[in-house]
């Protein structure tokens, strides 16, 4: 049993700012007693990233399937304050989406949404997890030196405050997918710093099931990485070859969809 | 009635109010069976504005704001305003219990008559119905979460009977139409006593608010934030309670200022020693002549009220805000180690007669209420799972429970007696403790 925390007085002191919060989704006709999903982007990505195919396919799986957009991305509020935006913020985001569904979700975070995931997990008691091409739980220092080794320009450019320029082969395996990196938005400064100083989550509410899904040609999160963070959670993770880091947007995207449903669809039913 | 039916594993949960859904969801997650017996035909308890055991009248807000007053895993939205509305707090709790899928564990309209244990441990829980017929069964344990802010706390004052004009609890109040046109009295400084007589400066005629002694009324927001958040920051950092006292008499006397200059009485005691006041209107309202502060009832005298200091009131409607006991008709006093007119328990939950009898809710915090209703009953979980998995650790915390159940949880601070502090804790200090007792059952690692 993990130890849990009741005094928190600098999160009531200080609580996160109120924002509102595009909630896209796609929903199966009626009920069909599967947990509903929700998806959770990556850095200066959005809701949208995931409505482009996953919510509807899985909508037609059956599940009821939501995509949020953090503060400061997609249609969400708080771009005039994306600067002083900070981690904790995105987790107080995912926390109020999943608190509006109608049952407890399946979260699903994708690489800085993982680590939102992560983070929301302690303080959530989800139904289960998935992290997908995730940032580690622990500090991202490692990765950060792998970042800087693949792409030193980006890495640069987020040292001194500005949102990493992604280019599409850092992103996608497949040169048709490149089209979605013009709707890329801006990031928080703070938040690209915290991707790899940031302390390691506590561990999750109630220990929700978690899988691991590594993209066989991800450029930005490197296998040994992956293994660290399946390793945080006491489980193997699953790669999918031949598909790029946005496993949601790349060519072949039905494949992680389908490797995260069916396992989603494996999961004991409550008690 | 007829011989008990045997369902030996499920707990019983007496309430469907803030507690029992918290005790509801924090059962099931650690896997027991639970039954849920709820008089009313909805969740909520007192937030279900309108039903028999709802004390909330038209206007009530939270005293604490949001991060202290929610559920720590579900927090409220964020459209809600840093104190919401009784409305809005309803909502609240019916989303919980949809969102946790509650309500199959929960039988509604269905009242429990008697509380009794049985051979082993068990408890033989009688209730009665809808169709209005009785049926006991047994249960493992049993959680009371009836609540303890509906039953009224009726003062004596001499000559009280022989007044010629209207009487009410504040349990009656429901709303300002009773005020309109009226000369009222009203009687207690708590955040209702407060609150009503805020109320009746906007809607009746003239207003007296009568209080024992003098207090700190604290604003709801100072330096444009929630007054209890900024002062948690000081929590956080351990500000020792002499440190935290002055700050508060200075931020007090930088923003409301010298509460005798409004012609209240001067404080006889340090702010942290009763029941904290929340209230930005009360202390402007007295500043603009709708309110008459006046001291404690002497005696009533047919139409005349005359107050300690010799002075008189001839109210219409005298309005009794003087709060409420707890009240628990199904279950002998005895089980829950009542001594001098209240039950000992440890933590406020754990009985040191029964292994498998608890109460939730039963606390009157100086910050909100449903946060630490949560971790309460996460702690009775906790018990309960390790009397099973872990009976050694169950049983060393057997020992706190006998040996424990004075502790008082105060922060330090040394709590005026009255009946209204028998139940008080310094949020921190509480949560601190359940924090303790949840990890040494669980046996927990980091």
Redesign the interface.
Known sequence: ???????????????AR????ELISALPDGDTGKPPLLFVHSLAHGAWCFAEHWLGAAAERGFGAYAVSLRGHGGSSGGDRLRRTRLRDYV?DV??AA??????PVLIGHSLGALAVARALA???ARAAVLLAPVPPGQGVGLAVHLARVAPAAMARAVIGRTVPFRPEHLFHSSDAAVHLFRLGAESPLVQYQLALHRRPERP??EPPVLVVGAGEDRLVPPRVLARTARFYGTDPVVIPDIGHDLMLDAGWERPLTTILDWVEALEEP? | MTAPEDVSSPVCVIGAGSSGLAAVKNLREHGFAVECFEREEEVGGNWNFGATNSRVYASTHTISSKPFTQYPDFPMPDHYPDYPHHSQLLEYFKRYADHFGLRRHIRFATRVERVEPAQGGVWDVTVRGRDGAARTRRYAAVLVANGHNWYPKMPHYPGLDSFTGEVLHSAQYKGPEVLRGRTVLVVGAGNTGCDLAVEAATNAEQVWHSTRRGYWYAPKFVFGRPSDQVADFWLGVRAPLRLRQWLFKTTLRATVGDLTRYGLPRPDHEPFETHPIVNSQLVYHVGHGDITPRPDLAQIDGAEVHFKDGSVARPDLIILATGYLPKFSFLDHEHLNWTDGRPRLYQHIFTPKHESLFVAGLIQPDSGQFTLAHWQTVAIAAYLRARTEAPRRAHDFRGLVRTESDRVFSGGARYTDSTRHHFEVAHQDYLRSLERTINALNGGRR
């Open positions: 049993m993990t130890r849990i925390k009741a005094v928190r007085p600098f999160e009531w002191a200080f609580p109120p924002a509102e919060r107080h926390i109020q608190a509006t569904l109608p049952s407890q303080r959530y008691p509410l109630g008690a």
